[in-house]
């Protein structure tokens, strides 16, 4: 009787939250602020966790949030529109600046200037120019693909139409933020939250004629694709800009230093209520189109550009309780439950407290006053104790020796290029044998960089796994959907939807098969390298029949760390049990060979000693670019060794007895042309 009163208020709040929902995606009218709506999740939320038979699929827990809308047509990016890594301290751009050095291989008279540009809190746009004429306008999308909203754009009257100058080149995509300006958000106040949401309504309105009533605004700061752009540098493009009638951005600054990048920073922060938008950064870019190629990209961000968040917003809570968290690897994560604090629009109940020797280092005990902080998307932390305000009887927090959900010692590893113990103290489970990592394990393998299963979120799998039915990653798939059916939440629909999710990942690429398998020091990035130069799920399963790991040695950029994880991997018995369900139910589709149309295909390369005018890392690059690969040790395998300055004698001796071709720098860049 009493778990059916919980279920019904618990609808209640769910029915509530989907109309809410609607309004703030759908229609892009708010009912409520931001603060209410969050209110609104968090009590739901925290009804889940404090009764575990409650789940349901439209869930602040399992829905996303927002789709793209089924109005417009999806178009692929010609380029994709990545995001930007952020920085939020001086000693961030120091490090920025740094990499970039390193990279570079710290070039004399090597002179780095930056395009600073305030970053306008509000929604990308795509613009295809061909011959001059505004053809095709996406907005940003995942990333890859966008929605064509065209029309819409053709409304803002910052955008031409049709740009007749010689300058203008014959093709290229413009991208830029659509925003409104405060001062015309003031008659908008009634039907949006805020101004970056009444720019994202306006662009995905059904008719173009809606549009145009918004006064919406368009700066135009960087390109996507491009043939024919006459233009050296970002400043040199973005007064190209001008010429062709867009709008910049007029606090936009060419600086050299990070001490007066942050004296600009400064100085645009004090006067943020000044401006007529929405701030939220500054974005730092290297100047120089030559040195912006030569850096490239790094993951799904360049090397050459950084956004820099301005100051994080904070606010003072207590802490009520003080839990530990289980990761898929075994890390004891201790976090701070406070008391609900409003930190920048957003209500924080949750705060990590890092490590073991974070919480010693501050003192932080059960019932303090603290700071909480909360920078962009980092999650927030706690900064400092109001020792004033401590209880006299407050005790010290005990972390745990053994793990709270298995009982296994807990342990910390040493890490033998610092020569220290590791901050993060561990489970000494090998993974499944302890539920929280089993849990984190699978939730882990329906993510979505690895399975990706639609439909099939976190709170999803703690439901099916209190519910017994998943216990591995393999139950996924043997799941029993009369059951399922006839659960709270649940239906005919909704469980044929599942399973039709399930169904379409059972085919999955073998890098992210890898990643998926939860392998600790394995990335998704190590995972790809991995699956390239093995090939084949086959040839992976092999290393452990064989016991033969040696052959990963030969992987550039896998190391002993990476190397022993998987040894540790195979050596567990459930994991090998995994590994053959898994392998008789999916089909696992082998590694794509490289790219073989480079004048280094099938080429393997190896460099010995400091190369000149060069970092390695770029050196690396090169030949990776024109289908060569790279391997870490002198084999018969090796095609050509690469010397250059102080080479290791002992690499030089090997390669000639093994016949393997040597060459100096100068002579390797000629074959490059």
Known sequence: MIDEKISQKYLKKIKLFQKYNKYYYDLNKPLVDDSEFDKLKLEIINFEKKYNFLNHKDSPSNSVGFKPSKIFKKIKHKTPMLSLNNAFSEEDLVNFEKKISNFLNNEPGLNIEYSAEPKIDGISASLLFKDGKFITGLSRGDGKEGEDITENLKTI?????????????????????????????????????????????????????????????FIAYTFGYEKGLEATSQEDYLKRLKEWGFKTNPLNNKIKTIKDLIKNYNEIEKKRDQIDFDIDGIVYKINDFSL???????????????????????????????????????????????????IGGVVVSNATLHNEEEINRKDIRIGDTVLIERAGDVIPHVISVDLKLRNKNSKKFDFPKNCPSCGSETVKDFNLTTKKEDAVRRCSSEGYECEKMAIEKIKHFVSKEAFNIDGFGKKIVENFWNL?????????????????????????QSVANLKYSINQKKKISFEKFIYALGIRHIGLENAKIISKNLKSLKNFIYLSKQNNFDNLINIDGIGETQINSIKNFFRNSTNLHVLTNLEKILTVKNAESQKTDGIFSDKTFMFTGKLSNMSRSEAKSLIEQNSGSIVSNVTKKLDYLIVGEKPTNRKIETAKNLKVKILDQSSWLKMLK
């Open 292 to 342: 912006q190629k030569r850096l490239g990209y790094v993951a799904n961000a360049p090397r050459w550009a950084i956004a820099h968040k301005f100051s994080a917003n904070s606010g003072i809570s207590k802490i009520e309780n003080i839990e530990i968290q289980i990761g898929r690897t075994g890390a004891l994560t201790p976090v701070a439950k406070i008391k609900p604090v409003n």
């Open 468 to 492: 017994n039915l998943i216990k591995f990653p393999h139950d996924i798939f043997k799941l029993d959907y009369v059951k399922i059916e006839n659960l709270e939440g649940w239906g005919k």
């Open 157 to 217: 009257k910052d955008i031409p139409h049709e740009i007749k100058l010689k300058s203008f080149p014959k093709e290229i995509d413009i991208r830029g933020e659509v925003f409104i300006q405060n001062s015309d958000f003031k008659d908008l106040r009634n039907k949006f939250a805020n101004p970056r949401n009444a720019a994202s309504g306006s662009l995905r309105q059904k008719d173009p004629k809606e549009t145009q009533k918004i006064p919406l605004k």
